[in-house]
């Protein structure tokens, strides 16, 4: 399926929004506005359209950057006249249309943008160890065999027959997926799970980690498209805002640092650090969860036990890409292979999964190769300085490919999410025994406050989809609000073990149902 580029649509993207200039310094005297929108990512930006598209055009959207589009980020990297432009956050359209079916609003909206990218053939594939190159593609096939099938039917009936969750280790150790100290079946678990939900099973819900992956790659495609287009993935999000802001627009407030934040059931007052302020009638905070969990900002009053009980038992993982760059006549690694596995001996988890850009369909010549870690290694290596990371990686390689085959890179990179005060993370994760009604309590508004993002979204946290579909849910809601017709958000002051399944509804954020197999 294909769908026709908008040459309005992508005419738009000219305006300069990427870039715009940011507004003066304010005088210290508020601004008014029907509508303060916290954050100019995905939920953000999707927020307002869906404003825009209601006829409510009075808002203002109040952005810590000087660019809109949050954690799908992107910049330069590559030595001098051999530079090209690499993510920094989300990299991939996961799971895209399914024929005569659903569409993932992410793959239009890059259709629309005409964004460069590829599709990710997980197949191809070159597993090794320290001692080189080493076949174990096999345990692959049998982690993916029963007992991913067993897990997946459990978590089935965890839903349906409302059990208490476990956590995904759980649940593969009774499937008897048990890797131990089999060095290599670890890595293919972190190949299988960790790489895509950016922690490990023992620190993931059985249950939402399977409802997570069926309602994306069930519902749309198993397809993973990788984008890599010049101008940044986020131009998508440049393409949706052009369509209701014009260049330079005054309703958007680039390089302003929120700093206090104060709701009531009549209003919304936003502080910022340049001692500006906005007075809104109402709010939507798509702040990341990782913001709102290290009291980035101060909110008054203080949650309530129930919110703030919401925000600490959900999870922000962080997933770091650290890419390097080789004379391109130097490349030593098998370019007809996309993805390389590693398995340490001693550490799991330790620079494991390496991406080749320099292979046909991405970045041929360009002699970039990147290598992924999360959480507890992302910690290790966004807290240390780039030499040290730099040494680690390329002992790797050199175990991988032969010391006597890789030369000292050219250009090395790596972005550190944990420590931005704007993101303090990458995305979010669903822990095991966190029920329902407790992740409503994050999603829920407190008087006119709302919120929205990757992380309030109950079937798509982690997925920029997630994110546009709650973004454009609270836009959707604050306007019926503007109209006299305002219900708010359910929420939980008494929580309980489990969910009931008349309560899996769209109140609570569930949409489709997990029990489909529309893309496979």
Request: proline share 5%.
């Amino acid at each position: 399926m294909q769908v026709n580029v908008l040459n309005v649509f992508c005419a738009c993207l000219a305006l300069g929004l990427a870039n715009a200039s940011p507004l003066q310094k304010r005088n210290g005297t508020c601004q008014k506005t029907k509508v303060a929108i916290l954050g100019a990512g995905t939920a953000g930006i999707t927020a307002a359209q869906a404003l825009s598209n209601a006829s409510v055009t009075d808002f203002l959207i109040v952005e810590y950057n000087s660019v809109i589009g949050g954690r799908v980020a992107h910049t330069a990297f590559g030595a001098k006249n051999q530079s090209y432009t690499v993510e920094l956050g989300a990299n991939w359209v996961q799971g895209i249309f399914t024929p005569g079916g659903p569409v993932n609003p992410i793959w239009i909206l890059a259709e629309l943008s005409n964004l460069t990218n590829t599709y990710s053939n997980y197949s191809s594939i070159e597993t090794f160890n320290q001692n080189g190159a080493v076949d174990f593609t096999d345990l692959i096939d049998a982690y993916e065999g029963d007992p991913y099938s067993t897990v997946e039917q459990d978590a089935g009936y965890i839903l349906s027959d409302n059990l208490q969750d476990r956590s995904f280790r759980s649940g593969l150790s009774l499937a008897g997926w048990k890797p131990g100290n089999d060095m290599e079946a670890q890595a293919v678990e972190w190949w299988e799970f960790d790489w895509e939900y950016g922690q490990s099973p023992e620190l993931s819900s059985q249950e939402f980690a399977i409802v997570n992956y069926n309602t994306t790659f069930y519902q749309y495609s198993d397809a993973n498209n990788y984008v890599f287009d010049s101008r940044g993935f986020n131009a998508f999000i440049r393409g949706e805002a052009s369509t209701f802001l014009t260049a330079n627009d005054p309703r958007l407030l680039l390089n302003t640092i929120v700093t206090n934040v104060s709701y009531s059931d009549k209003g919304v007052t936003v502080y910022n650090k340049d001692g500006s302020c906005v007075e809104a009638d109402y709010a939507i905070c798509t702040f990341s969860l990782g913001v709102l969990q290290n009291d980035a900002v101060t909110f008054s009053p203080a949650f309530p036990s129930w919110k703030q009980m919401g925000i600490e038992t959900f999870s922000m993982a962080t997933y770091t890409k650290i890419f390097l760059q080789f004379p391109p006549d130097e490349v030593f690694w098998n370019t007809s292979y996309q993805f390389f596995l590693y398995a340490d001996p001693n550490e799991r988890g330790y620079y494991p999964v390496w991406q080749s850009l320099d292979s046909p369909g991405f970045l041929p010549g360009s002699g970039i190769i990147f290598v992924t870690v999360v959480q507890d290694q992302s910690y290790v290596v966004e807290n240390q300085d780039d030499a040290t990371t730099k040494a680690q990686v390329l002992d790797v390689l050199r175990d991988m490919f032969g010391a006597e085959n890789v030369p000292e890179p050219i250009a090395f990179m790596y972005p550190r999410w944990s420590l931005e005060p704007w993101a303090y993370g990458s995305y979010s994760n669903w822990p095991p025994g966190t029920s329902l009604e407790m992740h409503e309590n994050l999603r829920a508004n407190i008087g006119r406050l709302y919120f929205a993002g990757e992380a309030t979204s109950t079937e798509y946290y982690g997925f920029l989809h997630g994110a546009w579909f709650e973004g454009q849910a609270v836009g959707t809601e604050i306007a019926d609000c503007l109209k006299g017709n305002c219900t708010g958000e359910v929420h939980y002051n008494v929580l309980h073990g489990t969910t009931p399944p008349r309560e899996y509804d769209i109140e609570n954020g569930w949409d489709v149902t997990s029990f489909q197999t529309n893309g496979f």
